[in-house]
T-cell receptor, first 113, second 113 residues
Framework: GQQLNQSPQSMFIQEGEDVSMNCTSS?????WLWYKQDPGEGPVLLIA?????ELTSNGRLTAQFGITRKDSFLNISASIPSDVGIYFC?????????????FGKGTHLIIQP | EAQVTQNPRYLITVTGKKLTVTCSQN?????MSWYRQDPGLGLRQIYY???????DKGDVPEGYKVSRKEKRNFPLILESPSPNQTSLYFC????????????FGPGTRLTVL
């Protein structure tokens, strides 16, 4: 199946630092989504992007839909302990119809106080 | 309360013994989907459904069946489970499609011996 390359795989940072992660694909996507998963829970949507070049913020989170439609990034500013978790990018493939959703492998964010 | 429920939450079974994991949503969502989550592989889509009696394969459908006889329910069926289907399974639903906000269930941890 289609693969999304998400990096980095894990991040160990200090509280207060900014975080940046990204996803790339060899295929074009219509939609890019960023989810966060806490331990023992299902993923929760953070930001949805629907247009190439779109830049969207949700509090301290900012995500962008790449111009080529093959990549997206997520930034977290001034990280806090509750930001710990696994962050997933997900994309809906171009091509019309009811295409499914492909997820990246996740970025584990660990914050040291 | 708007939610997606899955049952059972935990299941240990043996190879070849048919099982069904139920999924139900109370939000009148049209789109429902099943994912499996494995370490190092992230979330992979098994099957999805755009509406009643409309189902499509995701990235890893082999060994699984689904049905969508009612809008609210989307059971996942393993006719003859094998150890490689040991995984954490999530059901999700959204109003309009995979690009809309998907609400995930709490997960079902399945072990096949």
């Amino acid at each position: 199946g289609q693969q999304l390359n998400q990096s980095p795989q894990s991040m160990f940072i200090q509280e207060g630092e900014d975080v940046s992660m990204n996803c790339t694909s060899s295929s074009i996507f219509n939609t890019w989504l960023w989810y966060k998963q806490d331990p023992g829970e299902g993923p929760v949507l953070l930001i949805a992007l629907y247009k190439a070049g779109e830049l969207t913020s949700n509090g301290r989170l900012t995500a962008q839909f790449g111009i080529t439609r093959k990549d997206s990034f997520l930034n977290i500013s001034a990280s806090i302990p509750s930001d710990v978790g696994i962050y997933f990018c997900a994309g809906q493939r171009a091509g019309g119809g009811a295409d499914g959703l492909t997820f990246g492998k996740g970025t584990h964010l660990i914050i040291q106080p | 309360e708007a939610q997606v429920t899955q049952n059972p939450r935990y299941l240990i079974t043996v190879t070849g013994k048919k099982l069904t994991v139920t999924c139900s949503q109370n939000m009148n969502h049209e789109y429902m989907s099943w994912y499996r989550q494995d370490p190092g592989l992230g979330l992979r889509q098994i099957y999805y459904s755009m509406n009643v009696e409309v189902t499509d394969k995701g990235d890893v459908p082999e060994g699984y069946k689904v049905s969508r006889k009612e809008k609210r329910n989307f059971p996942l069926i393993l006719e003859s489970p094998s150890p490689n289907q040991t995984s954490l399974y999530f059901c999700a639903s959204s109003f309009g499609g995979p690009g809309d906000t998907q609400y995930f269930g709490p997960g079902t941890r399945l072990t096949v011996l």
